[in-house]
């Protein structure tokens, strides 16, 4: 069965940071291009960041530029999203997703094939 797992979210302070996990089973995730995407209670997803099968492109959200990281680690079948500098505005439970296709700069606006179910992030004092 094919299948993602989202791991890493939490509660977390104001300027903290955390690292979330997305790992798949059932599926190789280097063929993939992956993004991640966020709801808040509320609101509707928007998306964070994706990446390349390969790794080697990345897209953020204009407004999380500077604070967030995306990475893979394809022999994990692993791609890691680094969240620093976190706000209260940040909270929102992520997922991760995949895509059989790279959609480039567009990425975050494009159908995804595979998603996860999502993990809890809460930036709280």
């Known amino acids: 069965q094919l299948q993602l797992v989202e791991s890493g979210g939490g509660l977390v302070q104001p300027g903290g940071s955390l690292r979330l996990s997305c790992a798949a089973s059932?599926?190789?995730?280097?063929?993939?291009?992956i993004g991640w995407f966020r709801q808040a209670p509320g609101k509707e997803r928007e998306g964070v960041a994706c990446?390349?099968?390969?790794?080697?492109?990345?897209t953020f959200a204009d407004s999380l530029k500077g604070r967030f990281a995306l990475f893979r680690d394809n022999a994990k079948n692993t791609v890691y999203l680094q969240m620093n500098s976190l706000k209260p505005e940040d909270t929102a439970v992520y997922y991760c997703?995949?895509?059989?296709?790279?959609?480039?700069?567009?990425?975050?606006?494009?159908?995804?094939?595979?998603w996860g179910r999502g993990t809890q992030v809460t930036v709280s004092s």
């Open positions: 997703a995949a895509a059989r296709l790279w959609y480039g700069s567009r990425c975050l606006n494009r159908p995804y094939d595979y």
């Open positions: 059932g599926f190789a995730l280097d063929s993939y291009s």
């Open positions: 990446i390349s099968s390969s790794g080697g492109t990345t």
